[in-house]
């Protein structure tokens, strides 16, 4: 599957995947491949896995980080104010 990262806990070393309009699936960092951490917006791979607390990401891969570079242009926040990223 394919989606773009929601949140990340980088002192806690999780974050939360967009699911659509189910809920968020889970990931930690021991389930990063080839990365330490996610921005939000990020999009990633992964599997997703069934557990008795929601739904949890597996063998996660970065495909395409969040570009967000400030070039003089003004540009929309895909993140609304407050969100912890």
Known sequence: MQTTVKKWFQ???FGFLDNGKGPDIMVRKAE???CSY???GSIVEF???SDTKGLIAKKVSLL???N???NGSRETRKN???VMT
């Open 11 to 13: 002192d806690k070393g």
């Open 32 to 34: 990063l491949v080839k």
């Open 68 to 70: 967000n570079k400030s």
């Open 47 to 49: 599997e997703c896995h």
């Open 38 to 40: 996610l921005k939000v």
């Open 64 to 66: 395409r980080k969040n």
């Open 80 to 82: 609304p104010f407050g």
